[in-house]
C-alpha cells in the first residue's frame, strides 16, 4: 500500500492531533506545504480512508486516524467521543460483531460499512467533574 505525498501529509497530522478534525481543519494546518484546495484534503481522505487508515465521524463531520489500523477491517467500529475534551477511543467489540454478523446473514443484508457513534465523557473528564463522594464531603 504506497501513499502519495498528499495522503501522507494528511495521515500525520491526523495522527499528530489525537482528536477528530475537519477536513478544514487539515486544511489550515498545512497551508504553505503544497495543499492549498480542499478537494486535494478530501481527495486525500477519501483514498486513506478507503484503504481504512482513517475513519469519518459523522456526528461531527470530522476525521479520525484509526487506531490501530489492522484491527478493525472488517469489523463493526465503536467510537467513544468525549464532547468535553474531543477524546475518541475507537474499539471493537467482539460480541457485537458476531451478534450483528449473524443478523446480517439471516436478513440477506450486504454491509457497506458501519461505524457506532458514543457520545458522553471520557474517564478523565468524567473525573474532574464528578470527583468521589469522599473526597468532597469531609
Ligand atoms: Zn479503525
Ligand atoms: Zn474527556
Sequence with gaps: MRLTTNQERVLATLQ???TP???YKILDSLKG???NAPTQ?????GHL????LVHRLESLNAYVKCA???SCKGSV???AICDSCGRVDEFVVPSLNKYLGSWLKQNVFSLGSSIIELRGEC???CKLERPSKGSVEK
Excluded: D, H, M
Aim: aromatic share 8%; hydrophobic share 40%; net charge positive.
Design 33 to 35: 506545504e503544497g495543499l
Design 77 to 79: 467500529r465503536a467510537f
Design 123 to 125: 474517564a478523565i473528564c
Design 41 to 45: 484534503i478530501y481527495r486525500a481522505l
Design 21 to 23: 478534525l475537519s477536513a
Design 68 to 70: 490501530p489500523p489492522t
Design 49 to 52: 480512508a478507503k484503504q481504512g
Design 16 to 18: 499528530q492531533s489525537g
